[in-house]
């Protein structure tokens, strides 16, 4: 088989190099707000920890070279005047290294060692290899010289602050190799498996075969199809610790966690062309479901947490994916996830609804996943009309579900529920004109500038028109030339970096465009995906974006964003091929 083309080139300032199935990859990112002059190891079991620095080094002096970085799906490369040193994932957990004219040093990037923090530096004589141990990661990090000399080691069994690694070096003929491996307590010597080019060679396949499943459809329409399709595939990491299932992060950079509303926005992208995948993005959360039907807010290797929960739009993501799917789901999974959605919708009728209430209320704007909107401002307990209607939508999936499954009483009860929760929903929060809060402890309702108050019109085609009218209305006041500002500009509550105070975001992009085509509002939903496919050509998959100059804030390969990407071009493409 021939090597794929090498795949989309990058930036690693922006998105970490990494491989499907691994929790680590490399980055000079080391956490929020924290960038190094050098590429690190960076791993994400028990959080994220950067473990190794990889400096180059001029091969006649031993000081630092300067080098350009140049990344693509199979192969980064440090690239200098007197040569380079080039790295490709050989497993998820094994990186190669070779050079011609540079040598690199290694070392701990924590300098100081404690008993309870740091990392510890021997060399292993049962693998004849030299090994980092960190407490931060609880993993071990194995560094076998394949070809080459070792010209420098510092801080071998050394305890308390030191400089702890290793330098390698070229032989007569210029190279040198080596294996880097994350590992638990011990694994038999390292043996190659392959040629270094081969191993080039099969990362660009798996990439090229997992992007022509996820977008086939791509064209030159499409410029950041493969970009995309990138930060989803180098994001999945393998099932371990309290992760059950290969799982897509939201990032490889400090956001490395899934929570439960990103995950559904990248199983919908993966559906048609990785449907396992998708499935296993879409049920991870609910694997960890409370015994009162409550998904957590957050998974991650080593904590699942509880204290918040996220929005139920979980229904509304369900009949996307089985229409997405290619296969039709059989009775087995689809009990599975009736049962499931029917405990989380219990939670919000029973553990959010305060006595003799008809609505669910958040306790507070992390539970909406729109933590910092204004629609909080007044208080935090309250209920709201974007609650309402996602749980309406989730009401009207178990209906069909409960029909399909032969249980038409449950679908009658659903149906009734969902009705008189919009009914509800009107003759409480809706002024009119606009969608108000209340809140639960006062009873006092307001309205804000946010993009949350507008959010009802995902129920679409189950809005009345006049209503959904005014919604398109006071959402087009929203519509930069970049996308949909989640704080109206003009408001003086806006802030350009403000998270949910103004910037755009991918997940209240894609509800709300989907929201309005079924609504019958065609012309605002082309708008919207097109200003927003275009935003993410030319600015990338940040976490949000500045809604006045389109600039990628936080967190730079956000996989809600790119996933977002994918499903919008993916239906723009299917509606001009029509």
């Not at 028990?46 to 002096?61: C, E, F």
């Amino acid at each position: 088989m021939t090597a794929a083309p090498p795949g989309p080139a990058f930036s690693v300032h922006d998105i970490p190099f990494s491989t499907h199935g691994s929790w680590f990859g490399i980055s000079p990112v080391l956490a929020e707000k924290t960038r190094a002059e050098d590429l690190h190891l960076v791993s994400h079991q028990n959080g994220m920890h950067a473990v190794l620095s990889l400096i180059p080094l001029d091969r006649a002096t031993g000081d630092r070279a300067e080098t350009r970085v140049e990344a693509t799906p199979g192969l980064l490369s440090w690239t200098g005047t007197d040569g380079r040193i080039d790295l490709a994932y050989e497993s998820p957990d094994t990186v190669r290294l070779r050079s011609a004219g540079l040598s690199l040093r290694i070392s701990a990037a924590a300098k100081a060692l404690t008993p309870f923090s740091g990392t510890y530096f021997f060399h292993d004589a049962a693998a004849d290899a030299h090994v980092f141990t960190s407490y931060e990661t609880g993993r071990r990090y194995r560094v076998t010289v394949l070809s080459g000399t070792v010209t420098d080691t510092s801080g071998s069994q050394a305890l308390g602050s030191a400089d702890r690694g290793l330098t390698v070096a070229a032989e007569a003929d210029g190279s040198w190799e080596v294996a880097v491996e994350e590992l638990d307590t011990s694994r038999p010597p390292y043996a190659s498996a392959a040629a270094f080019a081969k191993l080039v060679e099969e990362g660009q396949n798996s990439f090229a075969d997992f992007v022509d499943a996820v977008a086939p459809w791509r064209s030159s329409a499409t410029p950041a199809a493969e970009l995309a399709a990138y930060v989803l595939w180098s994001a999945t990491v393998r099932p371990a610790g309290l992760v059950t299932r290969p799982a897509v992060l939201m990032s490889k950079h400090w956001m490395d966690k899934v929570w439960s509303w990103d995950h559904c926005f990248n199983a919908l992208a993966l559906a048609p062309g990785s449907p396992e995948l998708a499935w296993d993005q879409y049920q991870l959360p609910f694997d960890h479901q409370d015994q009162t039907g409550a998904l957590p807010d957050s998974v991650t290797h080593s904590e699942v947490l509880y204290n918040f929960v996220k929005p139920p739009i979980h229904g509304w993501a369900f009949g996307h994916l089985r229409r997405r799917l290619p296969e039709p789901l059989g009775q087995a999974e689809l009990a599975e996830t009736y049962g499931r959605l029917e405990r989380w919708t219990d939670f919000w009728l029973a553990a959010r609804r305060a006595p003799g209430s008809e609505l669910p209320h958040y306790q507070h704007g992390n539970d909406s996943g729109w933590d910092n909107a204004t629609t909080f401002d007044p208080a935090r307990v309250i209920v709201s009309a974007d609650l309402a209607a996602f749980l309406v939508l989730q009401l009207h999936q178990l209906a069909e579900l409960a029909s399909e499954l032969g249980r038409p009483d449950d679908a009658r009860r659903w149906q009734r529920t969902a009705a008189e929760t919009q009914a509800a929903m009107f003759d409480q929060l809706w002024a009119g004109d606009r969608f108000v809060a209340r809140g639960v402890g006062t009873g006092e309702t307001w309205s804000t500038s946010s993009l949350l108050d507008l959010m009802p019109i995902v129920l679409g085609e189950r809005l009345p028109d006049d209503v959904s009218s005014v919604l398109a209305d006071r959402i087009e006041a929203h519509l930069t030339p970049y996308g949909l500002a989640t704080e109206l500009p003009t408001s003086p509550h806006y802030r350009s970096d403000g998270y949910w105070r103004g910037p755009i975001w991918a997940p209240a992009t894609v509800l709300i465009e989907d929201g309005l085509r079924r609504a019958g509002h065609e012309r605002l939903a082309d708008e919207i995906s097109a200003r927003f496919r275009a935003l993410c050509e030319t600015s990338g998959f940040a976490e949000n974006f500045d809604a006045l100059t389109g600039t990628g804030l936080r967190d730079r390969a956000y996989t809600w964003t790119a996933a977002s990407y994918l499903f919008l071009a993916a239906a723009h493409a299917r509606r001009v091929s029509r």
